[in-house]
């Protein structure tokens, strides 16, 4: 089983719209919770961490649900330049590994 | 400003002949990374380096090696690239290990084997 698996996609969402990506983890113990953004032949960056409590930054939403297992990212108003590839990523206490998923490919269509 | 910088962006190369890929980086990070990243795939970690420790991953194989002259630069060797090596290669870098630091990412070096 992998570490970090996603919904490949593709997502295709009209310009404004919300969309909702989920993620699940097979390690009890992960710690650490990311959202990385991939643009096309390009180097992931961070977008976000996911915190316990759930964090918001601006039309961005991620959500942990530990019982569960898995995170969640929200995007509001879908703008054209939301076009990439989000990669959710885990790691635990003390490891220097981060376990990347394979990523959902988002296209935001005019 | 650039602040991990891979050398070069694109590498192509033969079957077999060695190469070398180069990542640089200016926020004086004491951990490296090399990742390797196929289409359409997550990013695999291959090794990094805490200063000068190096630690391999398991599955990383043979012909894959790296080096760390200074803080600054770490390198990728590629000792026989075969067609299953041609991917996205992926350096980055962290303050300190543990999970919880960001790791910044410089652009990539797409390595390419004929």
């Known amino acids: 089983r992998k570490e970090v698996e996603q919904d490949p996609g593709p997502f295709n969402v009209p310009e404004g719209a919300t969309v909702a990506f989920n993620c699940t983890y097979s390690n009890s113990a992960s710690q650490s919770f990311f959202w990385y953004r991939q643009d096309c032949r390009k180097e992931p960056k961070l977008l976000m961490s996911v915190y316990s409590s759930g964090n918001e930054d601006g039309r961005f939403t991620a959500q942990l649900n530990r019982a569960s297992q898995y995170i969640s990212l929200l995007i509001r108003d879908s703008k054209l330049s939301d076009s990439a590839t989000y990669l959710c990523?885990?790691?635990?206490?003390?490891?220097?590994?981060?376990?990347f998923g394979t990523g959902t490919r988002l296209t935001v269509i005019p | 400003d650039a602040m991990v910088i891979q050398n070069p962006r694109y590498q192509v190369t033969q079957f077999g002949k060695p190469v070398t890929l180069s990542c640089s980086q200016t926020l004086n990070h004491n951990v490296m990374y090399w990742y390797q990243q196929k289409s359409s795939q997550a990013p695999k970690l291959l090794f990094h380096?805490?200063?000068?420790?190096?630690?391999n991953e398991a599955d990383t194989p043979d012909n894959f090696q790296s080096r760390r002259p200074n803080t600054s630069f770490c390198f990728l060797d590629i000792r026989s690239p075969g067609l299953g090596d041609a991917a996205m290669y992926l350096c980055?870098?962290?303050?300190?290990?543990?999970?919880?630091?960001?790791?910044?990412f410089g652009p990539g070096t797409r390595l390419l084997v004929l």
């Open positions: 990523v885990v790691t635990s206490i003390g490891a220097n590994n981060l376990f």
């Open positions: 980055a870098t962290s303050s300190q290990t543990g999970g919880q630091e960001t790791q910044y």
């Open positions: 380096y805490y200063d000068k420790d190096f630690n």
